[in-house]
C-alpha cells in the first residue's frame, strides 16, 4: 500500500505563485511513476505532470509547460509541484497520484494511489 498527502493549495492572484507537495509513506516508489492531475468543477480530471521516481524524467501537459515544474526529494519521499504564473484557469482540485513505471502516467485509470486533493484557486 501507497498513502499519499498533498499539501500546498489556496488562494492566490493571478500571476501568483504556489508549491504543491505530495508526501508519500508505505510501499518502495522506486518502480512508480508520481503524477499530479487536477479537476476543476463539472469537468473530467486531467492530467498535469509527472516524474519517474527513478531516474527523475518529467512530463508535463502542454497547458502548463513553463509555468509548472515538477520535482522530488528522495530523502523526504516528497513530490513537489511549482506552479508559477498561475492563471484563474488553474483552478482545480489537485491531486497526487502513484502508477506503475510502464504504465500511461497520462491516464487515470492507470493510477492505483491517489491522494485527498488540495485546492487550488486563482483569483482574476
Known amino acids: 500500500q501507497v498513502q499519499l498527502v498533498e499539501s500546498g493549495g489556496g488562494l492566490v492572484q493571478a500571476g501568483g505563485s504556489l508549491r504543491l507537495s505530495c508526501a508519500a509513506s508505505?510501499?518502495?516508489?522506486?518502480?512508480?511513476?508520481m503524477g499530479w492531475f487536477r479537476q476543476a468543477p463539472g469537468k473530467e480530471r486531467e492530467f498535469v505532470s509527472a516524474?519517474?521516481?527513478?531516474?527523475?524524467?518529467?512530463y508535463y501537459a502542454d497547458f502548463v509547460k513553463g509555468r509548472f515544474t515538477i520535482s522530488r526529494d528522495n530523502a523526504k519521499n516528497t513530490v513537489y509541484l511549482q506552479m508559477n504564473s498561475l492563471k484563474p484557469e488553474d483552478t482545480a482540485v489537485y491531486y497526487c497520484?502513484?502508477?506503475?513505471?510502464?504504465?500511461?502516467?497520462?491516464?487515470?485509470?492507470?493510477?492505483?494511489?491517489w491522494g485527498q486533493g488540495t485546492q487550488v484557486t486563482v483569483s482574476s
Open positions: 497520484g502513484a502508477t506503475p513505471y510502464n504504465s500511461d502516467y497520462t491516464r487515470r485509470y492507470e493510477y492505483n494511489y
Open positions: 508505505g510501499r518502495t516508489l522506486s518502480r512508480y511513476v
Open positions: 516524474i519517474r521516481w527513478s531516474g527523475g524524467t518529467t
